[in-house]
């Protein structure tokens, strides 16, 4: 199992219309994992294994409740949010800043 690359030729650049689609992160991961495989174990070896691993996620997405699922994308939605927010102070934050014994 090779990945093929295609280039353009010199004189031959294609426009932003024309461009293909960018690959998604996750396939191309998995097909990085799967030559792995295929040089440690050989290719029916990982197809076996590719074979498995399909199976494991489509019982996982049938055992899975779809509030489950709504739960988790609405709570990774709100942590992006707040990464991409700027910090509100620069204070540090714990124990050592909110004690006031040593106020007098």
């Given at each position: 199992?090779?990945?093929?690359?295609?280039?353009?030729?010199?004189?031959?650049?294609?426009?932003?219309?024309?461009a293909p689609a960018l690959?998604?992160?996750?396939?191309?991961?998995?097909?990085?994992?799967?030559?792995?495989?295929?040089?440690?174990?050989?290719?029916?070896?990982?197809?076996?294994?590719?074979?498995?691993?399909?199976?494991?996620?489509?019982?996982?997405?049938?055992?899975?409740?779809?509030?489950?699922?709504?739960?988790?994308?609405?709570?990774?939605?709100?942590?992006?949010?707040?990464?991409?927010?700027?910090?509100?102070?620069?204070?540090?934050?714990?124990?050592?800043?909110?004690?006031?014994?040593?106020?007098?």
């Amino acid at each position: 199992m090779t990945v093929t690359v295609e280039t353009a030729a010199a004189g031959d650049v294609a426009g932003p219309e024309d461009a293909p689609a960018l690959p998604d992160p996750a396939a191309a991961e998995r097909q990085a994992l799967i030559e792995r495989w295929a040089a440690r174990h050989g290719v029916d070896a990982a197809r076996r294994l590719a074979e498995a691993e399909d199976l494991a996620d489509a019982v996982a997405a049938e055992i899975t409740p779809d509030n489950t699922v709504d739960t988790y994308d609405k709570s990774w939605r709100v942590w992006t949010r707040f990464c991409a927010d700027p910090p509100r102070s620069s204070a540090p934050v714990g124990p050592v800043s909110t004690n006031r014994s040593d106020r007098g």
